[in-house]
């Protein structure tokens, strides 16, 4: 089954702290993967994607990402977080067979001062 | 471009109502995907169209959903007649060239059924 999960769904840091958001997939090919960044009453924006190549993948606002496969994962990293970056962050893989996105449950980041 | 644009932002309407939400999709862009967001199940994909095509509507709940695509620059996604458990955030996305590019989002519809 082709399956996207985000085992966190809520996490708090400090600003300055440095940020991991997990997400791991399951899909029998090779993935395309996705990280989208929801702020409160907007639409989802793409921070970055990985389609091949370099498996660490840079993207806006200073996120990167990496692409592991063995472990079946694309868990998001910045080094220091911005209060700017409280928001919900949702990690999508795109499936050939259905030709659509499959999008993880979500993880809501809050940023302490 | 102003990006993918959705009307109304928020629409309130009493159960049994017909509610019609609107999509201007970024020009030039093939595809247009409607989307469902709720608490319970997260985002999911009601149908995509392929240059004005319904191509997967197999997410549609049931047939109190149609949407249409009537040109390359308007949709629109109906409910009718409208019920509680319709209440969420729909979004209208679009993207160029392929399904798995970069999907543009609008900033939603927030429905609620009174």
């Known amino acids: 089954a082709q399956s996207v999960t985000q085992p966190d769904i809520h996490i708090t840091v400090s600003e300055g702290a440095s940020l991991e958001l997990r997400c791991n997939y399951s899909y029998g090919a090779t993935p395309y993967l996705f990280w989208y960044v929801q702020s409160p009453g907007q639409g989802l924006q793409l921070l970055l994607k990985?389609?091949?190549?370099?498996?660490l993948v840079q993207g806006i606002k200073g996120f990167e990402a990496e692409f592991k496969r063995s472990q079946s994962s694309f868990n998001l990293r910045k080094p220091s977080v911005h209060w700017s970056d409280a928001a919900e962050y949702f990690c999508?893989?795109?499936?050939?067979?259905?030709?659509?996105?499959?999008f993880g449950a979500g993880t809501r980041l809050a940023v302490h001062p | 471009d102003a990006g993918v644009i959705q009307s109304p932002r928020h629409e309130v309407t009493e159960m049994g109502q017909e509610v019609t939400l609107r999509c201007k999709p970024i020009?030039?862009?093939?595809?247009l995907f409607w989307y469902r967001q709720t608490m319970m199940r997260g985002l999911e994909l009601l149908i995509y169209?392929?240059?004005?095509?319904?191509?997967?509507d197999s997410g549609m709940p049931e047939d109190r959903f149609s949407a249409k695509m009537p040109n390359a620059s308007f949709s629109t996604l109906k409910i009718q007649p409208s019920e509680p458990r319709d209440s969420a955030v729909y979004f209208c996305?679009?993207?160029?060239?392929?399904?798995?590019?970069?999907?543009?989002f609008g900033q939603g519809t927030r429905l609620t059924v009174v």
């Open positions: 996305a679009s993207a160029k060239g392929t399904a798995r590019t970069e999907a543009f």
């Open positions: 169209f392929n240059n004005n095509v319904p191509i997967d």
């Open positions: 990985y389609f091949s190549g370099d498996t």
């Open positions: 999508a893989l795109f499936s050939g067979g259905y030709n659509k996105l499959i």
């Open positions: 020009s030039g862009h093939d595809y």
